[in-house]
């Protein structure tokens, strides 16, 4: 069973970066697509950006597209979220997730396996 683990949250001010990581044990990414989910207080699950194991291919949502990139590590299994120009709006609970659906997809509900998620917190 494939599990994640997220890392690097934390606490920055406004204009600042973070690198979050995601590890994955007892399983691979494999063929997978690996996401990057986040959740507000009071707010849905919503995407951020993924990668695909296979190609390398890369989506962003409009909110972090140039400011956010997402990266992997085939051979440590791990896969990665640089975030830069932080700003308050980007302070959510951050989860990793993986996804064996063939095709790219943002839906979280697409998602099968998920990390039990890193805060970040932006402040003004």
């Known amino acids: 069973q494939l599990q994640l683990a997220e890392s690097g949250g934390g606490l920055v001010q406004a204009g600042g970066s973070l690198r979050l990581s995601c590890a994955a044990s007892?399983?691979?990414?494999?063929?997978?697509?690996m996401g990057w989910f986040r959740q507000a207080p009071g707010k849905e699950r919503d995407f951020v950006a993924l990668i695909t194991w296979l190609g390398s291919r890369t989506y962003y949502a409009d909110s972090v597209k140039g400011r956010f990139t997402i990266s992997k590590d085939s051979a440590k299994n791990t896969g990665y979220l640089q975030m830069n120009s932080l700003n308050p709006e980007d302070t959510a609970v951050y989860y990793c997730?993986?996804?064996?659906?063939?095709?790219?997809?943002?839906?979280?509900?697409?998602?099968?396996?998920w990390g039990q998620g890193t805060q970040v917190t932006v402040s003004s």
């Open positions: 997730a993986a996804s064996t659906v063939l095709s790219i997809t943002t839906n979280r509900n697409n998602y099968n396996y």
């Open positions: 007892g399983g691979t990414f494999s063929t997978n697509t």
